[in-house]
């Protein structure tokens, strides 16, 4: 059901950025990209999300590309508590809600 | 502010055993929403509510599952009977009324079936 593709696991060195990508080549004009992140044995957190534009919030940026067809989360500065796996997710509107589809995400480990 | 409160933290029980999760949403947000996540796979959702209405419970199996939300506040998601393959990490989740609204999630219930 998912409709992203991201790489399975990544390392990053402590204090260089992390840059996570993802694509969806199949997004459509009106979803959004969003992305979230989940550290051993907690829920998934909320970091951002975007439509077309790039967006940059305490935590992130997010770049997605002008064709909307990949998009790549930035930590500008990763720390060993960033270790964890991320999920990019194309956001599907249907006429019944807000539907989330979350794939197996990129686990990401943050080396000292 | 508070965030998505769930309960019990861990469950053990035996197969063809009955179960219940609790959630309490963050103050003020209509939308509620279970998970189910498997080791190793992300979230799937069962069922998502608006207020005290079903939304979308397409995912939700409905021979043993069951989720309510009398007061549009707190929900509830049982398991009746329960088998093996429902062994899994059971997240609730809510987020305010709206069309881009993100959803804020609790820490889970873990359920273990013997």
């Known amino acids: 059901d998912a409709k992203t593709t991201q790489p399975t696991s990544m390392d990053c060195a402590e204090g260089r950025a992390a840059n996570l990508p993802c694509n969806h080549s199949t997004i459509s004009g009106n979803e959004y990209v969003y992305w979230y992140r989940q550290i051993h044995s907690q829920g998934p957190q909320y970091i951002i999300h975007g439509l077309k534009n790039n967006e940059t919030n305490e935590m992130a940026s997010l770049i997605i590309t002008e064709d909307r067809k990949s998009s790549t989360l930035i930590l500008p500065h990763a720390t060993l508590r960033d270790t964890a796996v991320y999920y990019c997710?194309?956001?599907?509107?249907?006429?019944?809600?807000?539907?989330?589809?979350f794939g197996t995400g990129t686990s990401l480990t943050v080396i000292p | 502010e508070a965030g998505v409160a769930q309960s019990p933290r861990y469950k053990i029980i035996e197969k063809r055993q009955s179960v219940a999760f609790w959630c309490n949403p963050i103050?003020?947000?209509?939308?509620l929403y279970w998970y189910q996540q498997i080791l190793g796979q992300g979230p799937k959702l069962l069922i998502q509510?608006?207020?005290?209405?079903?939304?979308?419970d397409s995912q939700l199996p409905k021979d043993r599952f069951s989720a309510e939300r009398l007061k549009g506040v707190d929900s509830t998601l049982k398991i009746q009977p329960a088998k093996l393959e429902d062994s899994a990490v059971y997240l609730c989740a809510s987020s305010l009324q709206g069309y881009n609204q993100p959803q804020h999630f609790g820490d889970g219930t873990r359920l273990s079936i013997l």
């Open positions: 997710i194309v956001r599907v509107a249907t006429n019944t809600g807000n539907q989330f589809y």
């Open positions: 103050s003020g947000h209509a939308t």
């Open positions: 509510f608006q207020n005290n209405g079903v939304v979308d």
